[in-house]
């Protein structure tokens, strides 16, 4: 509001699209100027026509975008905001590669205005450049003093030797507990299992094979579903086979789990 009030413009980075609508809301609430978003929802022609607008028009606005949006043209530019300064999705990997966080920063320097950069959990390069400086501000409140959930490690090791353990591996007793005492709750449960299929790879009971991407030498990952070995750095895949290729035995172990398999447990 401030920066407004001076008769000059905003620009506000976000990490993914998806967060545009509910920030579109809140600062058309706030802010009495226009503002105008920049992604890949939007046409060429209407990206034309921003760029070309912020060329030429140097009255106070706010520009709300993605990573790329850091290279308008924004004239009579006032301030940057940097929102979740941590994520991964302000680096470009492919083509130009570049990070939109300095760029930003680089950016601020070069029109000498300030930026922003707001996270809940800082990249440690950005919290140790700013923790010991007049610049950094840290919120020691969570919003409208939220609680931070409670949290229960439960040691999984030599679990799967117990027989009543081994029955519901990967999960342990006390996390089906749990879940069954939210469900009686009428509450939710979710299980995060960031591992796609049934199991990382399967192996012979008797010469110990491992079936490898002929491509990648990686370890392909089981499919029990769809019965197919799949590669996770290419594109190759293959049916299980009935044995092993090396010694004819019929006994595949999968090693590991997925999702498939905390689906069937």
Known sequence: KKIIEEKKSVLFLLPEINLTPQFLKTFQTYLNVPIYSYNSAISNSDKFGLWKLLQEDDSPKMILGVRSSVFLPIKNLGMIVV?????????????????????????ASLEKIPVLLGSATPMVETYKAFVKTPFYFALKKR???????????????????????????????????????????????????????????????????????????????????????????????????????????????????????????
């Open 83 to 107: 929102d979740e300064e941590h994520d991964q999705s302000f680096k470009q990997d492919d083509r130009c590669t570049y990070n939109a966080r300095d760029i930003a920063i680089k950016k």
């Open 143 to 265: 919003v409208q003093d939220a609680k931070l959930p409670s949290v229960l490690l439960v040691d999984m090791r030599g679990r799967s030797k117990i027989e009543s353990e081994r029955m519901i591996w990967p999960f342990s007793s006390e996390s089906i507990v749990k879940i069954k005492k939210a469900l009686e709750r009428s509450e939710q449960a979710l299980v995060f299992i960031n591992r796609l299929g049934y199991a990382n790879y399967l192996q012979c009971n008797s010469c110990g094979h491992q079936f490898s991407c002929p491509n990648c030498s990686t370890s392909l990952k089981y499919f029990k579903k769809r019965a197919e070995l799949s590669c996770q750095t290419c594109e190759y895949k293959d049916r299980v086979p009935e044995m092993c290729p090396e010694c004819m035995n019929l006994n595949l172990t999968p090693k590991g789990f997925g999702t498939e398999k905390a689906y069937e447990v």
